[in-house]
Nanobody
């Protein structure tokens, strides 16, 4: 069973930075995708960024150039660096993992394992 635990959420001012971490009990398979998703108030869950077991990354247009996804395989930890935060980045952020690799690391329904989420609040 893959267990994921996020940490690092909190509050920031507009233009500020936060770093999110997601510790995994194990990877779902040798080839995998891991992603960060978010769900803001009254909004659907959206994919923010993803990375596969080869290190290929992908970003949503709204965060491109501001957020950076990375992973430390030795620590089985996924990171999301959030820079130049905006109020519209306010959301619960989730990390997720799937077995195998699909084009662009897929969408939310493709992911089998989810963390509990961590709140990010950005004030103007």
């Amino acid at each position: 069973q893959v267990q994921l635990q996020e940490s690092g959420g909190g509050s920031a001012n507009s233009g500020g930075s936060l770093t999110l971490s997601c510790g995994a009990s194990k990877y779902p398979s040798d080839d995998y995708c891991m992603g960060w998703f978010r769900q803001g108030p009254g909004k659907e869950r959206e994919k923010v960024a993803s990375i596969n077991s080869f290190g290929t990354t992908s970003y949503a247009d709204v965060v491109k150039g501001r957020f950076t996804i990375s992973q430390d395989n030795a620590k089985k930890t996924l990171y999301l660096q959030l820079n130049n935060l905006k109020p519209e980045d306010t959301a619960v952020y989730y990390c997720a993992a799937m077995r195998g690799i699909v084009w662009d690391c897929g969408v939310a329904r493709d992911y089998e394992h989810w963390g509990q989420g961590t709140q990010v609040t950005v004030s103007s």
